[in-house]
């Protein structure tokens, strides 16, 4: 059975930092793409950070410069570096990953979702 677990978040100052992790496991043949979305409460879900399999980056506008995506390969795991976290960085943060897996279908998966709260 295919599945995301997010892990990481937490309660943080303004200034603060965290880093989320993903791990993706169950029958992965190849992962094209892994990213970080987020839904703060009331809103839309967005996306945060992406990551294909090429090694490219891009990032929403309100992150540039303060969140960084990068994967372990060997651990079929994505990470979100979040520094200079602010209020509205307050979400819940989503991993999502576009996977070939071992029934030989491609498929979009989701993790459960990590509570980032920042507040002094």
């Known amino acids: 059975q295919v599945q995301l677990v997010a892990s990481g978040g937490g309660l943080v100052q303004p200034g603060g930092s965290l880093r989320l992790s993903c791990a993706a496991s169950?029958?992965?043949?190849?992962?094209?793409?892994m990213d970080w979305y987020r839904q703060a409460h009331g809103k839309q879900r967005e996306s945060v950070a992406d990551l294909i399999s090429s090694g490219d980056t891009d990032y929403a506008h309100s992150v540039k410069g303060r969140f960084a995506i990068s994967r372990d390969n060997g651990k079929n795991t994505v990470y979100l570096q979040m520094n200079n976290l602010e209020p509205e960085d307050t979400a819940v943060y989503f991993c999502y990953a576009r996977m070939l897996t071992d029934d030989w279908t491609t498929g979009d998966y989701w993790g459960q979702g990590t509570q980032v709260t920042v507040s002094s």
């Open positions: 169950g029958g992965i043949l190849n992962i094209y793409v």
